[in-house]
């Protein structure tokens, strides 16, 4: 086998070939820097070789007298010029890898056409002495030719060209197109594709890219923007609908304090008004969850204001509430009480105010009494390794003081008025024998408790350390 090699390199050159086509599909993507070393010496062996039995890829290939090693010795020096594009190619892709990521494929996939046309070139003018002026004349008519049958396809191209040079959005961005929202995860030659909310995939022609409006999400980092517009009625006055908006701002502790959030009328009409709160968060993530919760806090809060949510039936008579007795309606634990309860429960609410930073009830505290939300938000502190966190944030509604009308005990929470809060207060000695007769208060009652213990446990409790591994390295290290 040896002596065969030796006496017919061309057999050799052959081997080398198939050597380095079966290696590059063997070797792992990982290991690209082993892939990338393989195929440099395969080719500078390939080369030796060929030079060294007489094959010049710049001369005609020589033995014109026997034919099928004319042919044989044509066929690697084409070889030649192809194997080398081809190994030139993949470095200038691992450079560019390096240097400007995924988003240089587009230009390293031109780059490699180039490539690869010049040694097509170069082969038909020193391998088969072809007349490359001819040659480039020709295939400058069919460049023609190609070019108009493929126009929206070249326009593609120059389009992707366009982008990956101006570069208004990288892989993994968050993006809208022409209204169609979602996260870049290709671009190539052709196309951007895009991952939908919906788990759908987009493709979207590069020419129509280039040219459409293009709302780049994740430009600056860390900073997402979220808007909720809330239409109201237009009988209602616009300062009041702004403080009770702002209200709900404030509820929200996922929106970021810089840039500070805002509230800002839309729209006014006959028909209706239309007012916007808008802001920021951190992640894309919390846009769906924070956008949900501010279009709920705006209704409690408008709804604490007096001011209604525009809707089709809004001239039609409703039922004229007090405000205690309209809070027992919409309690998700008083609701279940009957008509006649929810009269006499709200003539024994008594109204109490509270400034913005005064502690309605601080940690450890047992309460006698049992507040409800009227307006106003609460800020919820607890401690954690000595320092305050704030835990949560409440609104119209809700309720503070259970754990002292259930069980005498208290929660190791602070609640404090974030900002001007007005509540509704029910004594102990009313409050605990309702929920004796009533064991469906009870339950919700108990259920809200244990639903706060568990979070207030959850914040609270240390976090394991995760000891770090030591191997053999970091003990020689350490002995050093």
Known sequence: MLSLLTEHPLFSALILILLDLGLWRL?????????????????????????????????PAPWADNVPLHLAATGLQIGWWLFGARTLTVLIGAVMMQRVGHTGRL???????????????????????????GVLATSGALAIIVGLALQSTLSDVFSGIVLNTTKPYQLDDWISIDGTEGRVTDI????????TSQGS????????AAKAKIINFSRPSN???????????????????????????????????TPAPSVSLKSSASGGAEYEISGFVASMGEKRVVRNQLFDLAYRHLQASGVNLLSSNETSAAPQLSRPRALLES?????????????????NMTLQ???????????????????????GVVSVTLKRHGAPLESGRMGPGEVIGEAGILSDTALPADFSAKTFCAMY????????????????????????????????????????????????????????
């Open 188 to 195: 190539d030659w052709r196309a951007t594709r895009l991952q």
């Open 331 to 347: 309690s998700p634990i008083f609701s279940t009480l009957r008509e006649e309860e929810k009269d006499t429960f709200s003539q």
């Open 27 to 59: 070797i792992s993507s990982r290991g690209s820097e082993w892939k990338l070393l393989v195929r440099v010496l395969i080719f500078a062996l390939f080369s030796i070789v060929l030079f060294n039995e007489g094959l010049n890829p710049m001369e």
């Open 425 to 480: 207060r029910i004594e102990k000695s009313y409050l605990k024998p309702c929920l004796d007769a009533r064991h469906d208060i009870h339950d919700a009652m108990q259920a809200l408790l244990d639903f706060r213990l568990h979070k207030a446990q959850s914040l609270t409790e240390e976090t394991p350390v995760v000891a770090p591994k030591r191997g053999f390295l970091q003990w020689l290290r350490n002995r050093v």
């Open 107 to 133: 230009l390293q996939d031109l780059l490699g056409a180039v490539i690869f046309l010049i040694a097509i070139i170069a082969a038909l003018a020193y391998v088969l002495d072809l007349p490359v002026k």
């Open 353 to 375: 105010t509270f400034r913005a930073g005064e502690t309605i009830l601080a940690g450890g505290e047992v309460s006698d009494h049992l507040f409800i939300i009227e307006s």
């Open 201 to 208: 995939m987009a493709v979207i022609p590069n020419s129509l």
């Open 223 to 257: 900073m997402f923007g979220v808007s909720v517009s809330v239409p109201v009625s237009p009988h209602a006055r616009p300062s009041s609908v702004i403080e009770a908006l702002e209200r709900a701002m404030q509820g929200c502790r996922q929106l970021l304090d």
